[in-house]
């Protein structure tokens, strides 16, 4: 099992941006699948961008050409690189990593966007 902890998020103007990472306990080299996801008051937490061991990315439509999601192995640490961020961004943002049947949760890190 592998230890995620976020960090990076924070209040923020519309129009700023925030870069968030995910420190794991072990390599993440052979991790099958590892996301950023998010979570709303009220609302259903929803994959925000997903990266597989292959590079293959994929987006919710919502922040498509804002955000960019990226793995650095030699830090075994994932990213999530957001600009043009508008008050609907604000939520709970988690990392997720999945391999070998398992999933491992990150604590979370606030995002908030506000004037």
């Known amino acids: 099992q592998v230890q995620l902890v976020e960090s990076g998020g924070g209040l923020v103007q519309p129009g700023g941006s925030l870069r968030l990472s995910c420190a794991a306990s072990?390599?993440?080299?052979?991790?099958?699948?590892m996301g950023w996801y998010r979570q709303a008051p009220g609302k259903e937490r929803e994959l925000v961008a997903g990266?597989?061991?292959?590079?293959?990315?994929n987006y919710a439509d919502s922040v498509k050409g804002r955000f960019t999601i990226s793995r650095d192995n030699a830090k075994n640490t994932l990213y999530l690189q957001m600009n043009s961020l508008k008050p609907e961004d604000t939520a709970v943002y988690y990392c997720?990593?999945?391999?070998?049947?398992?999933?491992?949760w990150g604590q979370g890190t606030q995002v908030t966007v506000s004037s």
């Open positions: 997720k990593t999945r391999s070998q049947g398992s999933d491992n």
């Open positions: 072990r390599s993440i080299f052979g991790i099958n699948f």
């Open positions: 990266i597989t061991s292959f590079g293959i990315t």
